[in-house]
């Protein structure tokens, strides 16, 4: 026995009975605010401390080209060793560091920066010498460490050869380092 609107809500109610929903499922029932915020800052690349044409020369030769995804668990500091990377290799003027903040060039997202991690992963390519001074081009994906953005660690992982494990000498292995 199912009872009738009626019988539950009472005289004067009115049920429809539909047999397909009218709002197709791409569109959600409620919603969501969308309030779309974006930064548009002009900033001449950096001065590197090798030619363009040396690095365009070494990406054609595969044998010296490394690709590695740099993973780690939430604030153990990969993104601070890209930029450490990226500092020795390029030619800084100190009108463009501040004292303050340090240089995050790989978060060049508005939410990246004011939450101080890193959501999408981030590709740089930067020449390195080994320790015999041969020049390798070292393509590095500095990726996200929270767990929530796996998939982003996962993607990095696929696209290169290898992985730069970064862990925080005082905290040891986390448990997104042991997943990684």
Same mark, same amino acid.
């Given at each position: 026995?199912? #009872?009738?609107? +009626?019988? %539950?809500?009472?005289?004067?109610? *009115?049920?429809l009975?539909?047999?397909?929903?009218?709002? #197709?499922?791409? +569109?959600? %029932?409620?919603?969501?605010?969308? *309030?779309k915020k974006f930064l548009v800052e002009e900033r001449h690349a950096l001065?590197?401390?090798?030619?363009?044409?040396?690095?365009?020369?070494?990406?054609?030769?595969?044998?010296?080209?490394?690709?590695?995804?740099?993973?780690g668990h939430l604030h153990?500091?990969?993104t601070l060793l890209v930029d450490m990377m990226v500092e020795e290799t390029h030619q800084i003027r100190h009108t463009e560091r501040s004292n303050e903040k340090p240089m995050r060039y790989?978060?060049?997202?508005?939410?990246e920066q004011a939450r101080g991690i890193s959501i999408k992963s981030a590709?740089?390519?930067i020449v390195m010498q080994g320790s015999s001074?041969?020049?390798?081009?070292?393509?590095?994906i500095d990726s996200p460490g929270h767990v929530g953005f796996s998939d982003e660690l996962t993607a990095a992982l696929r696209l290169t050869d290898g992985a730069l494990l970064v862990v925080d000498a005082a905290e040891g292995l986390m448990c997104q380092t042991e997943r990684s």
């Open positions: 026995y199912y #009872p009738t609107a +009626e019988e %539950i809500y009472g005289e004067g109610t *009115e049920a009975v539909m047999e397909e929903d009218a709002q #197709p499922l791409e +569109e959600p %029932i409620i919603k969501p605010i969308k *309030e001065e590197c401390n090798y030619p363009l044409e040396f690095m365009a020369g070494l990406a054609q030769n595969p044998d010296l080209v490394w690709n590695v995804a740099t993973i153990h500091g990969k790989t978060d060049t997202r508005l939410d590709p740089m390519t001074g041969k020049s390798y081009l070292f393509n590095t």
